[in-house]
């Protein structure tokens, strides 16, 4: 068991290893976006003139040749079908250690049609859990320590509250209504929500056993599970 469990660790380093290389080289290579999409006008236009006018062949067919611009295609083409070929060869492996790991998913992003919803979501969760916790993502606004206790919370810190799960609507609504680039952070036990207003999205910290049940929630309420 010993062993197995090394090894085990090791297969893990490795695979966090290639991820963050992999990472590295795709995230460099998606600069080639710009690169493919005006090589598409290019040849657009190329191929527009050349039609429109054929007497413009004889240009074109003299450019090409002195500036060797067949051997450098050539070239090019060969490396990109290398690439396109790799990365058909290693598209099952890739979907293979996403299904893998998203059996391990700890946390969910979600985007929300409107504000309405994200209470209707929060309501959803918390109604029926018991007692949670609630605070600011971002500290300093005093008006909403006032307005945590009209709400009936008891403060435990200076900017956190405790409130019963059925009063967990009424807070996200506060914060979205009156504090919008406060954010907020909302738990119990077991789940935590956080609201980050500057990117317009909830996330969701839950044991894996619980994220499918608040995709399920979130769906019911019309929003957009991200994949990340």
Known sequence: MEEELGRLKDALRRLQMGIYYLNTYLR???????T?????????DYKELVEKMPDLEGVAEEYVREQDLLPVF??????????????????????EIDARLERYRSYRYYMFPEDDSVARFVDAVFA????????PLIVGDENIVDAMKKLGGEQITKFSFKF?????????????????????????????LTWKPEINVL????????????????????????SV
């Open 36 to 44: 493919l999409e005006s090589l598409e006008q290019a040849f657009r």
């Open 164 to 192: 019963s799960g059925d009063k967990a609507a009424s807070v996200a609504d506060t914060f979205l209504r009156d504090f919008g680039t406060a954010g907020f952070i909302i738990e119990d036990h077991e789940i935590r």
């Open 128 to 135: 029926s859990r018991g007692d949670i916790t609630v605070k």
């Open 74 to 95: 050539k070239e090019m083409k060969a490396r990109y079908d290398a690439i396109s070929n790799l990365m058909r060869k290693y598209s099952e492996l890739i979907d």
């Open 28 to 34: 460099e290579s998606f600069e080639m976006k710009s």
């Open 203 to 226: 996330r969701v910290d839950a044991p894996k056993d619980r994220i499918f049940e608040m995709d399920e929630i979130a769906r019911r309420v019309g929003a957009t599970i991200l």
